[in-house]
């Protein structure tokens, strides 16, 4: 199936704005992960006998493997609530730059606020139609361009310094 260039801009800002959900459910499976490490960890208390553990190769659920675990899991926590807090930033950005409040707050509900339709259509109190045809219509109003646009002059910008770099170690070798 080929996507034409209106497609595919749609389908880019609905990836692009759902990139909080996504961060949102990292976040959430980590922190369950840790709750379960930190339950084995309660009911695991047993003395630990190294001599057994380094003949097997080691014990999964031994203390210093689950701590080790769980704190490789905080350590990626916060690093993904990090990204989550930029990522809010642009996206509430890109949503607060659409004029029609109506759009704007559909958007708003879907994807910064992670709302499933159901909800959404209960909340807006429209229909599923209606609020599919508003949806799209709100997609278009949505400005990301900018977005891509940094990464691109970001990228440009970085080349253009690698080779200034270059010239520079050229430079150095010649004289």
Same mark, same amino acid.
């Given at each position: 199936?080929? %996507?034409?260039? &209106?497609?595919?801009? !749609?389908?880019?800002?609905?990836?692009?704005?759902?990139?909080?959900? *996504?961060?949102?459910?990292?976040?959430?499976?980590?922190?369950?992960?840790? +709750?379960?490490?930190?339950?084995?960890?309660?009911?695991?208390?047993?003395?630990?006998? =190294?001599?057994?553990? &380094?003949?097997?190769?080691?014990?999964? =659920?031994?203390?210093?493997? %689950?701590? =080790?675990?769980?704190?490789?899991?905080?350590?990626?926590? $916060?690093?993904?609530?990090?990204?989550?807090?930029?990522? #809010? @930033?642009?996206?509430?950005?890109?949503?607060?730059?659409?004029?029609?409040? &109506?759009?704007?707050?559909?958007?708003? *509900? @879907?994807?910064?606020?992670? +709302?499933?339709?159901?909800? $959404?259509?209960? %909340? %807006?109190?429209? #229909?599923?139609? !209606? @609020?599919?045809?508003?949806?799209? #219509?709100?997609? +278009?109003?949505?400005?990301?361009?900018?977005?891509?646009? +940094?990464?691109?002059?970001?990228?440009?910008?970085?080349?253009?310094?690698?080779?200034?770099?270059?010239?520079?170690?050229?430079?150095?070798?010649?004289?």
């Amino acid at each position: 199936m080929v %996507l034409n260039r &209106q497609e595919r801009q !749609t389908n880019q800002k609905k990836k692009f704005l759902s990139k909080l959900w *996504y961060i949102k459910r990292l976040i959430a499976s980590n922190e369950e992960k840790i +709750k379960d490490r930190r339950a084995m960890l309660k009911h695991n208390i047993k003395p630990i006998d =190294y001599a057994k553990e &380094q003949i097997k190769g080691g014990n999964k =659920y031994s203390w210093d493997n %689950l701590i =080790y675990e769980i704190d490789n899991l905080e350590r990626e926590i $916060i690093d993904n609530t990090v990204e989550l807090v930029k990522t #809010e @930033r642009e996206i509430f950005d890109c949503i607060k730059n659409v004029e029609d409040l &109506q759009y704007r707050l559909l958007l708003q *509900y @879907r994807y910064f606020d992670c +709302k499933d339709w159901l909800e $959404i259509d209960h %909340l %807006l109190k429209i #229909e599923a139609n !209606t @609020r599919n045809r508003k949806h799209s #219509e709100a997609l +278009k109003a949505v400005k990301i361009d900018k977005f891509f646009q +940094k990464v691109k002059k970001d990228k440009i910008n970085f080349n253009h310094i690698f080779y200034l770099m270059q010239c520079k170690i050229f430079h150095y070798v010649i004289h």
